[in-house]
């Protein structure tokens, strides 16, 4: 329960980053799900804003709440973007990706003019790699690139539904859940798995955070990248 008041207590101050005609990109996850709740409250008491969610459960949330959603097709640039995280570094990198969102979440994130991070203090860790680092992958190339991936160091397990199905993607690909250990090196590591064919995306968000709330107890730390 500590945790979930602390998401909520993160969600309700990365509001303060959102101002009236801005276009918004919505995260996925449960900390970005408070964040969605809070922007429908604020557009029924009159907030004017154009949403762009990062997957379909974000966008049937904020449908149903009545916000507003637009596509790239109308707006080429995002104002904000509030969204969750898996892990996060003292230098403000993440691992996201733990929801199946991740490539949605780096596009959006890619032409926001800032980021805005929301998360609990579980979130924190001192070096990424305390959880497993997800990896999109194209159903076609799925064997090979997880025996490629073991090969640098990764213990790879192909990501399952409920159903114990292969777990499917908005964009209709798959998901290899890589556990590295501790990431020495986060920039080495996404420079090399961008270069394996048939990778789409992987979680590694690297100085794409502007923005950091962290809910820690009765407070939010709020931290900044240098620009």
Known sequence: MAHEQEKQAAARRSLAFVQDGYVVGLGTGSTASYAIRLLGERVRAGLKIHCIP??????????????????????SQIDVTID???????????????????????????????????ADSSKQVPVLGKSFLPVEVVPFAQALLARRIAAIGALVTLRRDRADKP?????????????????????????????MPGVVEHGLFLKTADVVLIGKDSEVLEFHRPK
Do not use: M, W, Y
């Not at 990062?54 to 707006?75: K, M, W």
């Not at 209709?172 to 270069?195: K, T, V, W």
């Open 167 to 195: 777990f499917v993607t908005d964009e209709g690909h798959h998901i290899l859940d890589c556990d590295f250990g501790q990431i020495s090196d986060p920039a080495s590591l996404a420079e090399e798995l961008n270069r």
């Open 84 to 118: 969750g995280a898996d892990e996060i570094s003292p230098e403000l990198d993440l691992i996201k990706g733990h929801g199946g969102a991740l490539l949605l979440e780096k596009i959006v994130a890619s032409v926001s003019r800032r980021v805005v991070i929301i």
């Open 54 to 75: 990062t997957s379909v459960l974000s966008g049937d949330l904020a449908a149903s709440l009545g916000i507003p959603l637009t596509t790239f097709e109308e707006f």
